[in-house]
């Protein structure tokens, strides 16, 4: 699939754009997304298992890496949180790779 690419070339910077939609891995550490052409609604989702410590800011609903917001599936994953209307971008810190997942907008 799709996301088996990006996951599998994490490393390297791909963006899958489809209409209205963008999606790519965040690999474990720290990251800064530019939020002009971005919608408001986006998602992070576990790629390789549990993501136990998820900070984000940036968000309406930020995480905090504490144990409560581990991202996993069967337990909670972040599939419908927005973009801050102000917020000029999003930064994430991850202990394992994620799948960001945006509304796209094009042109900006």
Do not use: M
């Not at 581990?70 to 994430?92: D, H, K, M, W």
């Amino acid at each position: 699939s799709h996301y088996h690419v990006l996951f599998k070339y994490g490393g390297i910077k791909l963006v899958l754009l489809t209409p209205g939609r963008a999606a790519f891995v965040l690999v474990q550490g720290r990251h800064v997304i530019q939020a002009k052409g971005l919608g408001r609604s986006c998602g992070l989702i576990p790629l390789a298992g549990p993501a136990r410590r998820v900070w984000t800011t940036g968000l309406e609903w930020n995480l905090d890496g504490q144990e409560a917001s581990a991202l996993s599936f069967g337990t909670f994953i972040s599939t419908s949180n927005r973009i801050c209307a102000q917020a000029e971008r999003v930064q994430v810190n991850t202990s394992a790779p994620l799948l960001w997942v945006s509304d796209f907008i094009y042109p900006p």
